[in-house]
């Protein structure tokens, strides 16, 4: 049990377009799920926590606006980088919660920006 | 705001020697303390947690750790590493307190196993 998944797993795109990245939990329900990004060779960094039919709330520094956070239902939530640029390239981890201080990980996103 | 600290970024030992990963965090409340690993080409296990009760907690694969509130530490501990050890390992807190709240990671310790 405890299962999340991440779609796409890789995704190349062209500096200025979106991508967006769904993760689900696919056993369990989730009213959060957090977003982290690691760069190579280093940790994981909390970008945002997403509340199912809420607004998410971003770390200090994140940029609401570029990373957009969707959680649409207990099962799904989305995030998208708009107006992608090359140093937005990393490796996005989602994770959601089952109980309130347990996390279950999805196998993360890497996204390269061309 | 917490932070955690993990002083060793690069372990190498050979097979059947004991293991100890040391984890230091920060923060001035209770805090919940986790340690995940992190096998080549895998996402992130857990390996074991801390909530409270009992600080010697035991993980699955024969991992330990040992909270000592005093020290503000979290170590991890095998007694006797094997090969498919050989992983990436994040120690995390989290806060206590109402709502859930996000991770924070040390930076990882790179182990590796020499057969």
């Known amino acids: 049990g405890a299962v999340v998944s991440q779609h796409p797993s890789r995704v190349i795109c062209k500096s200025g377009t979106s991508v967006k990245i769904e993760c689900r939990s696919l056993d369990f329900q989730a009213t959060t799920m957090f977003w982290y990004r690691q760069f190579p060779k280093q940790s994981l960094m909390l970008m945002a926590t997403?509340?199912?039919?809420?607004?998410?709330?971003?770390e200090q520094g994140v940029e609401k606006d570029k990373f957009l956070i969707n959680h649409a239902s207990l099962t799904l939530s989305t995030l998208t980088v708009t107006s992608a640029h090359p140093e937005d390239s990393s490796f996005y981890i989602c994770s959601a919660g089952q109980v309130t201080y347990e996390q279950y990980f999805g196998p993360g996103t890497r996204l390269t920006v061309t | 705001a917490q932070s955690v600290s993990q002083h060793n970024h690069h372990v190498i030992l050979s097979e059947a020697a004991s293991l100890e990963l040391g984890c230091n965090y920060s923060y001035g409340g209770t805090v919940n303390l986790f340690w995940y690993v992190q096998y080549p080409g895998q996402h992130l296990q857990l390996l074991l947690k801390y909530f409270s009760g009992d600080p010697l907690v035991k993980g699955i694969k024969g991992f330990e750790a040992e909270f000592i509130k005093s020290k503000f530490s979290f170590n991890l501990r095998k007694p006797s590493v094997q090969w498919s050890d050989t992983a990436e390992y994040f120690c995390a807190v989290n806060v206590k307190g109402g709502g859930a709240d996000g991770l924070t990671f040390g930076k990882g310790t790179h182990l590796i196993i020499q057969p």
């Open positions: 997403s509340n199912e039919g809420s607004k998410a709330t971003y």
